[in-house]
């Protein structure tokens, strides 16, 4: 990506962020994307064991001794494999080495609340210092809590919320991956937290996913919100969320970033040109 040498640091990082959401909202790896259920309303509920989807993904673990005969790669505490985790999952029938393989699936309900659990206790579980072995199993139950079958759930809401406010601060992929597991997750009528946390987050936090959550709330003070972050360098998940609100009496502000540097920025402009009323 080409930054102008004007641009400042905090623009750069905003342009880097705007072109990670872009391959998020279209890969299965990261943004589990049903729109079916991501449009509707109404909080999931967790989904028995009996009536949990099938699982299956490349590389899943097979035939009926699979768990006695793990690959020699998998040495209990290292590298984001950890046998208590498998175990816990392969009691309610997931199969997998570790966490990271189940993002490749597009929905996981009867994992939820083990991705929860594990999450919320990962501390006491791996105790001592965050080390990459224990930020990649953080960062990969979070990526698995990015499931519309989480909808509307409170403690999983809640949960990446405590995520978003760990110090010290993680690692930049940890946050991100929260920030649009929580957009994903959360409701309309999480607006109140969704705004308390976006407004608590440091400038060079992960604002983008909760500023484009704006356009699933569409509350008046959800518009005051993204309009906030338009002229700034979140520019492009502002007017996403101008758009999906469809919001009225916004077309002036928009129209300035039909000029934007930001290829993304622009092409979002001229959505905003040709959906928005007057």
């Known amino acids: ?68 005969n793990l690959p020699a790669w998998c040495h209990d505490g290292e590298n984001g494999f950890d046998r208590r985790l498998m175990e816990d999952l392969a009691a309610v029938g997931i199969p997998c080495y570790t966490v990271n393989d189940l993002t490749k699936v597009s929905s996981i309900p009867q994992g939820i609340p083990i991705f929860l659990d594990w999450l919320t206790h990962l501390e006491e579980r791996i105790p001592g210092p965050e080390t990459p072995h224990r930020e990649t199993i953080r960062g990969n139950l979070i990526r698995n809590l990015n499931d519309a079958a989480a909808r509307g759930n409170p403690d999983v809401i809640n949960g990446l919320i405590e995520q978003l406010k760990r110090q010290p601060r993680p690692k930049i992929g940890v946050p991100d991956y929260a920030a649009h597991a929580l957009a994903r997750v959360a409701t309309k009528r999480d607006f109140p937290q969704i705004a308390a946390v976006l407004a608590a987050l440091p400038a060079d936090g992960p604002k983008g996913p909760l500023i484009e959550y704006m356009g699933k709330a569409k509350a008046p003070e959800a518009r005051a919100i993204a309009l906030s972050y338009l002229d700034t360098e979140w520019a492009y998940y502002a007017i996403k969320a101008l758009i999906a609100m469809k919001a009225v009496g916004v077309r002036a502000r928009i129209e300035a970033h039909l000029n934007s540097p930001n290829s993304s920025v622009r092409r979002y402009a001229r959505q905003a040109m040709e959906k928005l009323p007057e």
């Open 1 to 68: 990506m080409n930054v102008p040498p004007s641009q400042n640091k905090a623009q750069a990082l905003a342009q880097l962020r705007d072109a990670i959401g872009a391959i998020e909202s279209t890969s299965a790896d990261l943004l589990r994307k049903t729109p079916s259920q991501d449009t509707a309303d109404q909080p999931s509920s967790e989904s028995a064991d009996t009536n949990a989807p099938a699982i299956s993904y490349p590389g899943m673990p097979e035939g009926e001794d699979w768990i006695h």
